[in-house]
């Protein structure tokens, strides 16, 4: 009999899945795989800011604050308190679905989570303008621009932080409450944009309490307490599966500081951001594509500014799942990959879009950093120092083409083998899942060293 819990159900009932580099390395595909085999489907961390694209027998769906596990039959898919929620997005996501044939009558979302309204979004591109104008008119010597959507997520956690004038879901549920916080945020917020933009229009605040009540009637259904609901399905055996946002290189505190996100990306957020403790976790399966990317402002010491980066950029359609924007493409950062798989814990890692480097005639991977005349194998959390680090390069000899009918390890031809063997001895931990293609079944599902 499996060993029991405090929460009464089996040990090592749970799987994180998070993201090694910059974001977009193909966690929803890994989700998606895994879904089935799981009870529920988790989020942790993260808003409208972050897109998974899942490929379901040649359709794609693009998901933003709905979990992949959503196109999983009979699964319940939790959008946990760590999460910001735009709920008119969020509507128009489960709307989008539905007219495509997808349930989702398994949605719940925590009652704790933080709702992302108008003037939040209006900040954010505040913010970034004003960062933008005193970098470019030298009245600043700080980083400039972030590099957010505008999605309004880091003024949504600001205001999570504030308290006084942060509605949850759960709120909206009370139009009386609502009323009363919006109230409050507008006042607040109509002075403060006044002070940033003279010529700003005023807050519609009648409009915006409105359409919060009514996103409160339509999601009623959804919003529950979470936390009680994942440690009873733990109490009943079943298995939970947690979905990171956004990825580990972004995280608040272990990212390319301040080039970051606002949430708790790596798998230490999945505690604050569920309820439920990491000691329940059995399983962490980090993601990382084959080489980098990054969308946004910061550092990334092995990026690419030529026609093979170009070339990658093309072959693996590297373009925002949520703005549409291209996305900066780099040769693979083993030293950030380390430093990610350590912070995380990470028990095995699916290595994505394999298939995206044939073409390339010497695939390169970064081994070390020389900072001056000092070579480090250790990554550096912090956007200034690691902008001015030259990375090292190993060389590796060119990958064959036709991996996207490979289906199995063996399948694969000796350079793209010898690829993967590199990145697994370098990083130290075993590669269990390869990309070679979008869909469920070009995932080579191989055994641990």
Known sequence: MP???????????????????WGDEGKGKVVDLLAESHDATVRYNGGANAGHSVVVKGERYALHLIPSGILAKGKAAVVGNGV????????????GLERRGVDVSGLIISDRAHVVLDYHKIEDGLREDILTAAKSDKVSSGPGQIGTTRRGIGPAYADKVNRATALRMGDLLRPEIVRERIAMACRLKNAMFKGLSPTIEPLDERGITERAIECGRRLAPNIRDTAYLLHDLLAQGKRLLFEGANATLLDVDHGTYPFVTSSSCAVSGIGPGTGVPPSKLSR?????????TRVGAGPMPTELFDAVGEGIRTRGREFGTTT???????????????YSAMINGASEIALTLLDVLPGVERPRVCVAYRIGDEKSERFIPDGERLAKVEPNYHELDAIEPGLSECRTFADLPPNARRYV??????VGVPITIIGVGPGREQSLIREHW
């Open 84 to 95: 910001v929620v735009d709920p008119e997005k969020l509507i128009e996501e489960m709307a």
């Open 324 to 338: 549409g924007r291209p996305r900066r493409v780099g040769w693979l950062d083993l030293v950030a990959l380390r």
């Open 421 to 426: 063997e590199f990145v697994e001895r370098f």
């Open 3 to 21: 060993e029991a819990n405090q929460s009464g159900g089996r040990s090592g009932a749970c799987t994180a899945v998070v993201g090694l580099q």
């Open 284 to 292: 962490v399966i980090g993601v990382a594509k084959a080489y980098s």
